[in-house]
């Protein structure tokens, strides 16, 4: 099975908010309908840590920093294992 994982963008704020409305995530955000994709807490817009992609699917995580560090580090793998 390949795991093809991609960042998209580490963003902030706006650039964020703005991401989110094109995904059509941030509806979802408001309503507090997504977890944090390495531990599992409701996300808000106050909490929402980063976002990235993962098997062509669109995670997000909290501002804890072991969260932003796993994803980091899912990406840095993706990163490594990138296939022309
Ligand atoms: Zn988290």
Redesign the pocket.
């Given at each position: 099975m390949s795991r093809a994982v991609n960042a998209i963008k580490a963003v902030h704020d706006v650039d964020l908010e703005r991401v989110l409305r094109r995904l059509g995530l941030y509806e979802k955000l408001a309503r507090g309908e997504l977890r944090?994709a390495?531990?599992?807490?409701s996300l808000s817009l106050e909490n929402l840590?980063g976002i990235y992609k993962e098997d062509g699917e669109v995670k997000l995580?909290?501002n804890?920093i072991?969260?932003l560090a796993e994803a980091a580090r899912r990406v840095s793998l993706a990163r490594q294992s990138v296939r022309p």
């Open positions: 944090c390495v531990c599992g807490r840590g995580v909290c804890r072991e969260c």
